[in-house]
């Protein structure tokens, strides 16, 4: 759901606007369940693909990583597969995968890629672009990544987010993997509530960042249960959690 990070990532102008009232974004990634979360996709009223989240807590010798999968299909647009692996203790990032396969008829774009890491104060790898001809484009990234700074794909661990009350404006410095460039991710905090998903019902924290809100539960296990447009036209929803499946290393 590249769009999704889109519509949750303030332009430049925008970020310079949010930001001079907010408060910094952080995460707690220890409050994240290991677990993995279907959701259905609803478009205008009718159901038009699904997601698989699934949050893997790795232990290692000396620290503790948390891998984000997922694969969704939004039909007819896109499908994609994404793997994102972060420092569990300090909610650092470690590497981003992310490929989406499109269906547009009026774009000569089919195909999207990033392989990215970050290793001492940068990020680096490749991005790949295909077309209809067959032809793959490969553009290399290296770029500076200070402390701080968190990926674009954060907003699905919005769960995570540890310091919030309603009323609050949060931001934070984040890359947008696609574009080669840094923004703000930020969420404004609306007042508790509760809703009913396919999955069942849930006390949650409303977050609004850009064209979108999330909603996510305010005890533990902390997770993200829906997602919407503001204008009502797109939503997700959490259809069941189960065990997770360990994902190849």
């Known amino acids: 759901m ?3 990070c889109f519509l949750l990532l303030a332009s430049p102008a925008a970020a310079a606007a949010q930001g001079s009232g907010s408060q910094s974004l952080h995460f707690d990634l220890a409050a994240v369940p290991a677990t993995r979360d279907s959701f259905v996709f609803h478009f205008r009223g009718q159901e038009r ?12 010798e000396t620290t503790q990583q948390l891998v984000y999968t997922a694969s969704s299909e939004f039909q007819p647009v896109e499908a994609e597969q994404l793997r994102v692996v972060l420092d569990r203790r300090t909610g650092a990032p470690l590497s981003t995968f992310h490929h989406i396969d499109l269906f547009s008829p009026t774009s000569d774009t089919v195909m999207v890629e990033h392989d990215l890491e970050v290793a001492h104060g940068e990020i680096s790898g ?6 209809k001809s067959g032809e793959v484009k490969i553009f290399p990234v290296s770029r500076p990544f200070a402390p701080g700074t968190v990926l674009g794909d954060y907003v699905f661990i919005a769960g995570a987010v540890s310091n919030v009350a309603p ?3 949060l931001g934070v410095p984040a890359y947008k993997e696609f574009a080669d460039s840094v923004t703000t991710l930020s969420f404004v905090a ?12 849930f006390d949650v924290q409303p977050l609004k960042s850009g064209s979108f809100r999330i909603f996510a539960t305010r005890t533990a296990p902390r997770r993200v ?6 204008d009502g036209q797109f939503a997700f929803e959490l259809v069941h959690s189960g065990p997770v499946v360990p994902a190849p290393e």
């Open 167 to 169: 009323g609050d404006s």
């Open 190 to 201: 609306e007042p508790p509530t509760t809703i009913r998903v396919p999955a069942g019902r």
């Open 225 to 230: 249960v829906k997602g919407e447009t503001l």
């Open 126 to 131: 490749r991005r790949r672009v295909g077309t």
């Open 2 to 4: 590249r769009w999704l």
């Open 49 to 60: 693909g699904w997601a698989v989240w699934q949050y893997e807590i790795r232990r290692l």
